[in-house]
């Protein structure tokens, strides 16, 4: 099947700062690509949805200014927690969607705000 | 409209068991029904899929089968392993939307 890559896998920081999370469809052309978070034994809560060269859809409650969401390429989707605070500590996974319109999972990044 | 119901929370299957996972949902505009398998500290993985112009999909141990009318869709695990325990979550989707169940955790006593 195909691999979706996320880099990193964990990171820990401090309150106030930035992170920069990477997502990578690595055989495959990504026409669109999805994060969610994922609170423990939760399911996956949906945050925006990109597709390559546009602006990212957010969902309702999801601050735009908080969580940049940027779509460089069919291959790369990078999402950015601006000042992050402790309650933004979470699992982020982001998807990608192929052609046929399959949806692959990355390993999800374990983020911890202290 | 846009829920998809999955139900058990949870469930305790005997080594060798079947384990039976059911899921509905109301939108009728969905075509896509894909189940997810997740183990602790990993992404979703897609396990098996089906769309609705076919009632059952078997592959391997896990077949799903699709109840157009009554707009449910269930995973059957056949001879269940303690392998196979982790999070099982359906998904159905439309277009560029996909909503997902809550999730069953499955555990497989040896």
């Known amino acids: 099947g195909a691999v979706v890559s996320q880099h990193p896998s964990r990171v820990i920081c401090k309150s106030g700062t930035s992170v920069k999370i990477e997502c990578r469809s690595l055989?495959?052309?990504?026409?669109?690509m999805f994060w969610y978070r994922q609170f423990p034994k939760q399911s996956l809560m949906l945050m925006a949805t990109?597709?390559?060269?546009?602006?990212?859809?957010?969902e309702q409650g999801v601050e735009k200014d908080k969580f940049l969401i940027n779509h460089a390429s069919l291959t790369l989707s990078t999402l950015t927690v601006t000042s992050a605070h402790p309650e933004d500590s979470s699992f982020y996974i982001c998807?990608?969607?192929?052609?046929?319109?399959?949806?692959?999972f990355g390993p999800g990044t374990r983020l911890t705000v202290l | 409209q846009q829920q998809v119901k999955q139900s058990p929370q949870s469930l305790i299957v005997q080594k060798g068991g079947i384990s039976i996972i059911n899921c509905a949902y109301e939108?009728?505009?969905?075509?896509?029904f894909p189940w997810y398998q997740q183990f602790p500290g990993k992404g979703p993985a897609l396990l098996i899929a089906?769309?609705?112009?076919?009632s059952e999909k078997k592959e391997g141990r896990f077949t799903i089968s699709f109840n157009k009318s009554a707009k449910q869709f269930s995973l059957h695990i056949m001879d269940s392993q303690p392998g196979d325990s982790a999070t099982y979550f359906c998904a159905a989707s439309s277009g560029f939307k996909t909503i997902f169940g809550a999730g069953t955790r499955l555990f497989v006593k040896a």
């Open positions: 089906i769309r609705p112009d076919v």
């Open positions: 998807s990608a969607r192929d052609f046929s319109n399959e949806q692959f």
């Open positions: 939108n009728t505009a969905f075509d896509y």
């Open positions: 990109s597709n390559e060269g546009s602006k990212a859809t957010y």
């Open positions: 055989d495959f052309q990504a026409t669109t």
